[in-house]
């Protein structure tokens, strides 16, 4: 009986078992079964189950296996069954069982048996249901152990080469207990006025001075510090002013890493009124607007004229600021109409070009490959389609090697056909004295 070794709860398990032919005494493995093989019967029970979990070919209950080697659970209720390799390993299938038979609460042990196909042995199996897990390298699936390697972060810590310390890095020291009290003379003190520092030395005074201003460079302040703190007047050292407001500003001598102007950053509020004025009184000058820059643009707009200016200025002088918001004003609604129409039309267009697009890539998605073509026929050919429970390949074997094949054995009551290759037993035939067929058997 082959035995194998599983944790309780362990998944995507595969397991390959040898099938004997019961029609040889040579100990060969019988070759050529399917899940579809007539009468075979696939079961499983634990060690501490009353009853078992079959499944059939009879019931449909036995899938195919798609890549060797490669677990895929099988339909519910199913199990998963193929040959591995009838040249190299005659004998030898996979079996890919469900994960839940591998989790049976308490299980030691799960007994497995193949039978029911003529021709075959009964082939039986035992997977140990262990607590432990043989494939686990760290802590051997044992989950009270770390999952690290050892003195890792997260690991056990361990001794040294001479086993006398623990080699083993503490970055944060939290809690430390069973200490000796420090006091005494015999410990370094602060004496008066700090003379116990002189023995710091410089190179440790500098690394203070370094972590204070590393410190000091995220300060956050309090509110009011400064008002609390310093005189009024100026500030001897300006650097680094990045909050607060200043309201008088001497000289500027440079400034840098000014912000970036984003959009719409200048609004109306944020202009002085008697800049607005400025700036309509420059618009209404002829300098600045032709007397012919309102006809020309909104004739050619096709929407407006100057003659419909509600405050046209006479002569064919240019319009001032408040004749052109006048204007505006008038019109607001067909300028709306325009801009609502000149918004849509791109969102429209990219709306139906998105529309067409998806439904090409979904048909280009969908056509099949020539590989998946050529894959589904040699499925069709080798494992879907059964005659009297041979495959479409199997059966042009048969009938190759009974019309054109070698025979051996003729007049001895036993006649036994070779496939075309004139090495492979396709058809044994046993014949009584009248010629008359009474067993066939296909290897």
Same mark, same amino acid.
């Given at each position: 009986?082959?035995?194998?070794?599983?944790? %309780?709860?362990?998944?995507?398990?595969?397991?390959?078992? #040898?099938?004997?032919?019961?029609?040889?005494?040579?100990?060969?493995? =019988?070759?050529?079964?399917?899940? /579809?093989?007539?009468?075979?019967?696939?079961?499983?029970?634990?060690?501490?189950? &009353?009853?078992?979990?079959?499944?059939?070919?009879?019931?449909?209950?036995?899938?195919?296996?798609?890549?060797?080697?490669?677990?895929?659970?099988?339909?519910?209720?199913?199990?998963?069954? =193929?040959?591995?390799?009838?040249?190299?390993?005659?004998?030898?299938?996979?079996?890919?069982?469900?994960?839940?038979?591998?989790?049976?609460?308490?299980? #030691?042990?799960?007994?497995?048996?193949?039978?029911?196909?003529?021709? /075959?042995?009964?082939?039986?199996?035992?997977?140990? $249901?262990?607590?432990?897990?043989?494939?686990?390298?760290?802590?051997?699936?044992?989950?009270?152990?770390?999952?690290?390697?050892?003195?890792?972060? *997260?690991?056990?810590?361990?001794?040294?080469?001479?086993?006398?310390?623990?080699?083993?890095?503490?970055?944060?020291?939290?809690?430390?207990?069973?200490?000796?009290?420090?006091?005494?003379? &015999?410990?370094?003190?602060?004496?008066?006025?700090? &003379?116990?520092?002189?023995?710091?030395?410089?190179?440790?005074?500098?690394?203070?001075? /370094?972590?204070?201003?590393?410190?000091?460079?995220?300060?956050?302040?309090?509110?009011?510090?400064?008002?609390?703190?310093?005189?009024?007047?100026?500030?001897?050292?300006?650097?680094?002013?990045?909050?607060?407001?200043?309201?008088?500003?001497?000289?500027?001598?440079?400034?840098?890493?000014?912000?970036?102007?984003?959009?719409?950053?200048?609004?109306?509020?944020?202009?002085?009124?008697?800049?607005?004025? =400025?700036?309509?009184?420059?618009?209404?000058?002829?300098?600045?607007?032709?007397?012919?820059?309102?006809?020309? $643009?909104?004739?050619?707009?096709?929407?407006?004229?100057?003659?419909?200016?509600?405050?046209?200025?006479?002569? *064919?002088?240019?319009?001032?600021?408040?004749?052109?918001?006048?204007?505006?004003?008038? %019109?607001?609604?067909?300028?709306?109409?325009?801009?609502?129409?000149?918004?849509?039309?791109?969102?429209?267009?990219?709306?139906?070009?998105?529309?067409?697009?998806?439904?090409?890539?979904?048909?280009?998605?969908?056509?099949?490959?020539?590989?998946?073509?050529?894959?589904?026929?040699?499925?069709?050919?080798?494992?879907?389609?059964?005659?009297?429970? =041979?495959?479409?390949?199997?059966?042009?074997?048969?009938?190759?090697?009974? /019309?054109? *094949?070698?025979?051996?054995?003729?007049?001895?009551?036993?006649?036994?056909?070779?496939?075309?290759?004139?090495?492979?037993?396709?058809?044994?035939?046993?014949?009584?004295?009248?010629? %008359?067929?009474?067993?066939?058997?296909?290897?």
């Amino acid at each position: 009986m082959a035995k194998f070794q599983r944790k %309780n709860g362990s998944t995507s398990n595969i397991i390959r078992v #040898k099938i004997y032919d019961s029609t040889v005494t040579t100990g060969a493995g =019988k070759t050529g079964l399917t899940s /579809a093989s007539s009468g075979l019967v696939i079961s499983t029970i634990a060690d501490n189950e &009353a009853t078992a979990t079959a499944y059939t070919s009879a019931g449909s209950t036995i899938e195919s296996i798609t890549t060797l080697g490669t677990f895929a659970a099988p339909t519910a209720t199913k199990v998963r069954f =193929k040959e591995v390799d009838a040249t190299n390993h005659p004998g030898v299938y996979e079996i890919q069982i469900a994960d839940a038979r591998f989790a049976v609460s308490s299980a #030691k042990a799960l007994l497995g048996t193949i039978s029911g196909v003529t021709g /075959a042995a009964q082939c039986d199996f035992e997977i140990q $249901l262990s607590a432990t897990d043989v494939d686990d390298g760290v802590r051997g699936g044992m989950t009270a152990l770390p999952n690290a390697a050892a003195n890792a972060n *997260g690991g056990l810590p361990i001794l040294s080469s001479s086993g006398t310390t623990l080699a083993y890095t503490i970055s944060t020291l939290t809690t430390y207990t069973g200490n000796t009290v420090q006091t005494g003379d &015999a410990y370094a003190r602060i004496g008066s006025a700090g &003379a116990g520092l002189t023995a710091i030395g410089d190179t440790r005074i500098a690394n203070l001075d /370094a972590a204070v201003s590393s410190r000091m460079a995220t300060y956050t302040q309090p509110t009011g510090f400064l008002a609390a703190t310093f005189p009024t007047g100026t500030i001897a050292n300006t650097t680094n002013i990045t909050a607060g407001t200043i309201t008088t500003v001497g000289t500027v001598i440079t400034l840098t890493n000014l912000p970036a102007i984003t959009a719409n950053w200048l609004t109306g509020t944020g202009v002085d009124a008697t800049a607005v004025t =400025k700036i309509q009184l420059g618009l209404a000058t002829s300098v600045q607007i032709p007397a012919n820059f309102t006809a020309a $643009l909104f004739a050619s707009a096709g929407v407006f004229s100057v003659g419909a200016l509600a405050n046209a200025p006479t002569g *064919g002088s240019a319009p001032t600021a408040a004749d052109i918001r006048a204007e505006i004003d008038s %019109n607001s609604t067909q300028l709306a109409a325009i801009v609502a129409a000149v918004d849509s039309v791109p969102a429209a267009v990219r709306v139906e070009l998105t529309t067409e697009l998806g439904r090409i890539d979904a048909a280009i998605t969908t056509r099949a490959t020539p590989a998946e073509v050529n894959d589904e026929v040699l499925d069709v050919l080798g494992i879907q389609t059964l005659i009297d429970g =041979k495959t479409i390949v199997e059966s042009h074997q048969i009938i190759a090697a009974i /019309a054109g *094949g070698v025979v051996s054995g003729a007049g001895t009551g036993t006649e036994t056909f070779l496939g075309l290759d004139g090495l492979t037993d396709r058809v044994v035939v046993t014949v009584d004295e009248d010629g %008359n067929r009474t067993e066939v058997t296909y290897p």
